[in-house]
């Protein structure tokens, strides 16, 4: 007796089923519009003034001085994929995701979103084929100057710049402090380390540890007023310098929170050979990067990567290759700590 093939179940909302190969594509390949959607969102503050509740585009265009049509076909184009919410009655709201559009919430990330979107982030990915071709930083290319240089030129886009790392500093930070032992630590220098941050974090949550704030001279500049703020400048200073050269001496760890993937090897090695030479006898290498997985699985490390590549002439790196950098400045990179984070912490001993 012949019996019936039975049939596969049909998903209960196929919409949500895994997308046939061809449609998966065309969706990576069309992310760069979503991408250029979310940092003019960014750019406008639509997040912000959804603050107080649902508006409309025709509102929210007044408030912006955009065209009231076109504004709505960014917003609607944005709901279709979870940032912001279209409402029956035509109005946007915010969302879980585009809550972390709004600027100065803890984790925001609308300064990393305004900056991708920039003209000088922008353009430097449209020659990812030359830097493919030549191995050449792109950036550097069409700039003719590299990234950090161009930035301490301009400020308003230094600025962006530095809204992006505090913003991305500020939900990463905590992790960071949960997943290490700090309070062995006399003196903490957190070289690159921006307006503070993650400094201050780690400070708060370990009451007996001091600590260092290193940067470019117009950077540390913009740090002293938040370590006051959070009533830690009896604990902590920011101190102005070019890492390149030296950093400040005495510390009992050196901190670094996504610098040394900014630099290739040889320049990335010369920070690491300062810092081994400023760090008190049984001090710390502490570099929070993301480092990079084996295999194919899904990795951001491996995508970062390529933005690597594109402006700063760095690269992510995997645990090996961090292995061979630490060796080649004077450490021994002795293990690599976890955090609820897409960072690790590569923790390294003088040799």
């Not at 709505?72 to 184009?77: D, E, F, K, N, Q």
């Not at 900056?115 to 084929?129: K, T």
């Not at 830097?131 to 950036?139: V, Y």
């Amino acid at each position: 007796m012949a019996t019936a093939t039975a049939r596969p179940a049909q998903p209960v909302h196929p919409e949500l089923s895994t997308p046939p190969p061809d449609a998966a594509l065309a969706q990576i390949i069309f992310g760069k519009c979503v991408s250029m959607a979310v940092s003019v969102a960014a750019k406008l503050r639509i997040a912000d003034k959804l603050t107080s509740g649902p508006k409309s585009a025709a509102d929210l265009a007044r408030e912006t001085g955009t065209h009231a049509a076109s504004l709505y076909r960014l917003l609607r184009a944005l709901a279709s994929v979870g940032v912001f919410a279209e409402d029956a009655d035509g109005r946007f709201r915010l969302t879980p995701m585009a809550e972390y559009l709004r600027t100065g919430v803890p984790g925001s990330m609308r300064g990393i979103a305004d900056y991708c979107g920039s003209d000088w982030s922008w353009r430097a990915w449209g020659n990812l084929l030359d830097s493919i071709r030549t191995g050449e930083t792109a950036f550097d290319r069409v700039f003719g100057e590299p990234c950090f240089d161009y930035l301490a030129k301009h400020p308003e886009d230094s600025a962006v710049f530095n809204e992006g790392m505090t913003g991305f500093s500020s939900s990463v930070a905590p992790a960071v402090a949960a997943a290490y032992d700090f309070s062995r630590l006399g003196t903490v220098v957190d070289v690159g380390g921006g307006h503070g941050v993650m400094l201050a974090t780690i400070l708060k949550a370990f009451p007996n540890v001091r600590g260092v704030v290193f940067d470019a001279p117009h950077v540390a500049d913009g740090a002293r007023e938040p370590i006051r703020a959070a009533g830690l400048a009896d604990r902590c200073r920011a101190e102005g310098g070019d890492f390149f050269k030296s950093v400040p001496a005495g510390g009992d760890a050196y901190l670094m929170k996504h610098i040394i993937h900014d630099w290739p090897d040889d320049k990335a090695t010369t920070i690491l050979k300062n810092c081994r030479a400023a760090v008190n006898p049984g001090g710390k290498l502490l570099l929070v990067e993301i480092v990079i997985k084996p295999g194919n699985e899904p990795d951001l490390g491996k995508i970062l990567d390529l933005e690597m590549l594109v402006l700063p002439s760095g690269r992510e790196r995997t645990e090996a290759e961090y292995a061979k950098l630490f060796a080649g400045a004077g450490w021994k990179l002795t293990r690599v700590v976890p955090t609820n984070s897409p960072m690790q912490i590569i923790e390294g001993e003088p040799v």
